[in-house]
């Protein structure tokens, strides 16, 4: 005589088969945070995370992070292609650590756009780029950091920092490992040290730029500082190559 299965084993059998045939959840092109968001959410507009962090292991390489509402959304480390986007306050607020981390390979690019970063002066950077990737960072502020407000030293990065404020930082923006960094329509303001620091090999370029209120301007250890000749400097130094704005 041939013995039924118990209602529990088959209860366990159904779960079992359930848990075969249920897809792994999909990476999203877009998400979203939010001040009063959650991490175990989402991330979509109306179910947004809490953080970058929790927000960034939803989101698909290339895709984008949007902010919906003003918050402090936390340090970052970036390890992919993605965008980050704030149309309202986005805050990194951090206190012995750097801000956000970007880590991506050649032939990566990150977008950092509209961030409100504060170091509390205790922060180390407020963007340190130490993979040989792309940055663009765009309309951010960056203030009280005690190594630099930019700080890109993965050899072979290229960094653009556009429409931003950088104050009170111990370096604005420090280029090295021959890197390059790229700063235009921007103000670097009460540096600690010096505006800008160009190590040897590197390449810093400045376009429409404001560097003032610091001990030096530019210091040059051995690389290429480039200037298209409509930047104000109100600091000691100067550029070493003056090139006519194309």
């Known amino acids: 005589m041939r013995r039924l299965a118990s209602?529990?084993?088959l209860v366990g059998l159904v779960f079992v088969l359930c848990?075969?045939?249920a897809p792994a959840l999909a990476q999203a092109t877009r998400t979203w945070v939010s001040g009063?968001?959650?991490d175990a959410?989402?991330?979509?507009?109306?179910?947004p995370c809490k953080t970058f962090a929790g927000a960034i292991a939803k989101t698909a390489p290339s895709g984008e992070i949007d902010v919906l509402d003003p918050g402090g959304f936390g340090a970052l480390t970036i390890t992919k292609s993605i965008s980050i986007?704030?149309?309202t306050e986005g805050g990194v607020l951090v206190s012995g650590t750097n801000g956000i981390v970007v880590d991506v390979p050649a032939g990566d690019t990150v977008v950092l756009e509209g961030l409100d970063f504060e170091g509390l002066n205790t922060g180390l950077s407020g963007v340190l780029i130490n993979g040989a990737g792309r940055t663009i960072i765009r309309k951010c502020t960056i203030r009280n950091f005690t190594t630099a407000g930019v700080n890109i030293t993965g050899a072979g990065a290229r960094a653009s920092v556009i429409d931003s404020v950088l104050l009170n930082n111990a370096i604005g923006v420090n280029v090295q490992n021959v890197s390059t960094g790229i700063?235009?329509?921007?103000t670097i303001d009460l540096s600690a040290t010096t505006a800008t620091q160009i190590g040897s090999g590197s390449t810093m370029v400045l376009n429409g730029t404001t560097l003032s209120g610091s001990p030096s301007s530019i210091v040059n250890s051995g690389g290429t500082v480039i200037s298209y000749g409509n930047n104000v400097i109100?600091?000691?130094g100067s550029p070493t190559v003056t090139l006519v704005l194309q």
Do not use: F, I, K, Y
């Open 7 to 9: 209602p529990l084993n």
């Open 19 to 21: 848990l075969h045939a």
């Open 36 to 38: 009063v968001g959650d």
């Open 41 to 47: 959410n989402p991330c979509s507009r109306t179910a």
């Open 85 to 87: 986007v704030a149309m």
């Open 183 to 186: 700063v235009q329509n921007t």
């Open 234 to 236: 109100r600091n000691p």
